[in-house]
């Protein structure tokens, strides 16, 4: 367990959450779509007066267009990384390897079945998640599936000739009004779901600052990851030792 500097007025104990390649996927993703987002949505609605602000910051048009597909480009090279990354994690460690993010992974389905008890009312014991809450697979998954369709659909925009080569008109309408609705929603469900889950809500407002340092409290731990929490420490007093303990081996994700 190692502790934060003594001169911090909180001289509490953390735990690593998140290693470097985990807050690297994570800060590309989130700039990365940002970009994507204030260049994008401009577009969808043009004929408002802010969108014609922000397409004039970006220097017009034709700049808003090459700074969205850069941004797209950006998003790609970043998920392979994190594929990649993933997939040589799972090939070192394919003896011993676990994979909490997986939704039927073990003690999801229990700990989701106390956590609904829990905030209906009809348990008082709080639920007790391992690596990964629902809400975290929750965000996780969807981003596969908003590479799928957003990523995907803007491929095909991107290659025109060969879309309406091999693919009908009513599905080069479709994926047109898919790829920005669906980029509609992915702005609405973070900037709601999402950045209350992390940041806004009571116990980490105004701030989690997981995504920068990758360490979490003892506090966040027992609240977020009673579960896990229960086996490191059943691991560091097995260990018998005074140093920092990190969760164990599982499929790395950018959270």
Known sequence: MAEINADF???KPVYQRW?????LTHIGIFTMFILCSLTGLPIKFHHSGWAKGLASFFGGGDK???WHIFGGIMLFAVAFYHLGYSG????KNRHNLEIPILPWSKGTWTALKQYFSYQ????DEHPKFGRYQWKEMFDYWAVFWGMAIIGGSGLLM??????????PKWFVDAYRWGHSDEAVLAVSFIATWHLYNVHFQPDFFPVSWVWWDGNISLENMKLEHGLELEMLMEKQAQADKGTTVTPSKGFPTSG
């Open 158 to 167: 991107w290659f025109p000739e060969f879309t309406m080569q091999y693919f």
């Open 120 to 123: 209906l009312g009809y348990s």
């Open 64 to 66: 808003l267009l090459q």
């Open 88 to 91: 040589i994690f799972a090939i």
């Open 19 to 23: 290693n470097i390649h985990h807050r």
């Open 9 to 11: 007025p909180q001289n």
